[in-house]
């Protein structure tokens, strides 16, 4: 072993200062029992003492002192040349030096490193380069046993376990923390409930879900039985993660176990929020005593105990790009609720699955709890590559919440109207939710209830600017709640179908499939409190057949639609949740779905994912949906607010200080983040199709919000309906409609 206290690993660090560092958060790894195996701590070890030791090289040791750039021509990447102090003779095995020696290899990935202990040149110049140094040849054979050892799951935790302590290390963040507040938390919650109600206790749900902490579990539960509470107690004093499919349901659930949990107490060494606009929301939500940037950094490190997550912060490691180890390490010792797995499509179903698979294998364990779990879903768990193995039941209760009209026709206002009037003239609480399955048609409708003088009325999809859509989210969640009474007409789309907790008299819905149309009738009488003995639900089972999947156009299902359909043409009157889910069982079957595009696509997608060579795409090739969006600026908002956000802008571009030391540098990054979402909360997200139509362009202009950051102003319309993209028509004279989703 080379003495390494004498050469810089950084300007003001020795490689022994920093090796220790790694070998000190790896105990902390190894004392809380997240590393399960002796032999994978042991070669971890090795990799983390080696790691950094080609820093010693001494054009790295100039470069440190004269603080110059790397020069390719006279130096070759540290993590190569560390690999020349590795002896192989000193391990049992020679897999276990390849395991050690992969990780060493490729903890960064500055050059193709399999090409640099390959080539004649490169060799020699390593060599020189350390030519101060007793070193150890690289063998011919070793570049390809290195690309065998790649697909190792020891070697893949040794190198994800090696990233992990090396990230926080240089970071000088905590490597993690413990959970030792979690089941505390629970039982101040409990406390609290029993304070108001003494009677107040968990429920069947929640016990079970103490009860098999231990186990792989698969829950469905009907919408309002606490199924947030009941992942909490499974999670327990353990690394846990929450993950849910929309960013609006997971801030209710983060500001949830904040407030009511962890009674805002240190928050920043317990719960993370893991989304794209985490940053901005702790910046919104920040105290005076909180180090907002040293939170967000903890977070995105995986050091915080808790985190409640969208999908593709942590599933992303499924497309193995360089240095997706560190996540699949992270997650091979953590407990994974999956909240809602009924919402995903078909290629985020295919990333998950194979996501949870392979944590399950690594040592990770899987909750999933759900409204409904179509038998498919529960077909492709338990077969293929690495089937799980869970536990499972269903919880229901007697309470009946829904009395069921179905139509065998089209949603149409006059069925509404003539409901809100009715209602109205009764003089009792009128709070009606229309869910349709596309913004135009809740454009449509919201425009004819206009027309006949209903003016409570309200309108939430995903085309309005960011900040009336969280006025507008704010506003539904507090006319929602159970205890309000109201009289006011909300249209929607699928946003409102998961973890909102709203709560409607009545509703008015479109069909889409049968597991969407349960979790929409979720959000009437949601708590089962109001009278049943009238209809409180109207379906409408037509709808338009271009939503229809038929080729590359559509995005409904046909064949899900269809089944959806003939399992609804004779519901009448009371639907209780044992029929739900025996609807759901009978027809969303892996023989029903069998030549749907739906499971086409997700084979599709799945067969891929698996075949996935290690760093065949790189990490900014990730991209979770096939879908392209981008967000703009309407014209008519930057009118508005043009001398705002060009104000914005020209702040955004003053140039910084880079002399300023690290607080100041913050405090500027966060100051200029403020200044990004102030430009931000006038934009909208859109698709292709919205920015060009028939070929032409209706982009007018381009705020500029950093070096390589901008946002572009389009033509379109806009006002109280939200956004509308122009016709072909009104830019080129085609007339050529398109519609917007969600």
Known sequence: MVDVSNYKAKPDKTIRQHTDELLQNLDILQNLKYIKSPHIYELTKIACEYHDYGKANREFQKRIKNNTKFNENTEIAHNVLSLYFINQKEFKNKEDYYKVGFAVLNHHNYCDNLRAIQNRSCKELAESLLSDFKINPI??????????ITKNDEAILIKGFLHKCDYSASGEIPIERENDFLKCGLSNLLKKWTSKDNHSNWNELQQYCKENTNNNIVVVAQTGMGKTEAGLHWIGNNKGFFILPLKTAIN?????????????????????????????????????????????????????????STLDQLFDFVFKYQGYELKLATLSYSKIVIDEIQMYGSDLLAYLIYGIKTVNKFGGKIAILTATLAPFIRDLLKSGENPIEFEEKTFINDIKRHNVNVYHSQIDTDSIYNKFEENRENDISNKILVVCNTVKKAQQIYTELLEKGVSSINILHSKFIKCERATKEREILEFGETKNVGTCIWIATQIVEASLDIDFDYLFTELSDISGLFQRLGRCNRKGMKPVDEPNCFVFLEIDNNLLTNGTKGFIDSKIYELSKDALKDIDGLLTESHKISIINQ?????????????????????????????????????????ISYDVIPNKIYQDYKDEIDENSRKLLKAVNPKLDKIELDKIKLEKLKLKEEIKKYTVPVGRYDIYVKGEKVITKTIQLSRYEFISVVNCKYNELGFSRLTSKEVTGLEENFDNFL
């Open 139 to 148: 063998k011919i054979s070793t570049p390809n046993n290195l690309k065998e």
């Open 252 to 308: 209710s659930i983060y500001k949830r176990v904040k407030e009511d949990i962890l009674d805002k107490n240190h928050i920043e060494s317990k719960l993370a929020l893991l989304h794209s606009d985490a940053l901005s929301y702790y910046n919104n939500d920040k105290n005076d005593e909180m180090d907002i940037m040293d939170y967000y950094n903890q977070s995105k490190q995986l050091s915080i105990p808790l985190s409640i």
């Open 587 to 627: 027809y969303l079957t892996t023989e029903n779905l069998k030549g749907s595009d739906y499971l086409f696509k997700y084979n599709e997608f799945a067969k891929w994912i698996a075949e996935l060579s290690p760093y065949e795409i790189e990490k900014n090739q990730v991209n979770f949906r096939n879908i």
